[in-house]
């Protein structure tokens, strides 16, 4: 099990950045597969970047060459740092682990993108 806590979300002007963290309770160095989510109002909830273990990390092409996804072990902490960002970015955030085919999801952190 593990808990996920996201912060870092907030306000900002198209074109800006922020950096969102995703706190867990517990080692994540043994995590094979942590990543982002995000939702907006009225959409299903879409991947925004996933990481492994080995390194690999995967994006969406609508984030690709602006997001980067990080893992520091020490800190137990996944970071996401979006770039350029969008008034289409605005959503809801969520960080993901999978432990043993289970999904565990943080409470969410809202970003907001004004035009």
């Known amino acids: 099990q593990v808990q996920l806590v996201e912060s870092g979300g907030g306000l900002v002007q198209a074109g800006g950045s922020l950096r969102l963290a995703c706190a867990a309770s517990?080692?994540?160095?043994?995590?094979?597969?942590m990543g982002w989510f995000r939702q907006a109002p009225g959409k299903q909830r879409e991947l925004v970047a996933l990481?492994?273990?080995?390194?690999?990390?995967n994006y969406p092409d609508s984030v690709k060459g602006r997001f980067t996804i990080s893992r520091d072990n020490a800190k137990n902490t996944v970071y996401l740092q979006m770039n350029s960002l969008k008034p289409e970015d605005t959503a809801v955030y969520y960080c993901?682990?999978?432990?043993?085919?289970?999904?565990?999801w943080g409470q969410g952190t809202q970003v907001t993108v004004s035009a």
């Open positions: 517990r080692s994540i160095e043994s995590i094979v597969t």
């Open positions: 993901y682990a999978r432990i043993m085919g289970r999904s565990y």
């Open positions: 990481s492994t273990s080995d390194g690999s990390t």
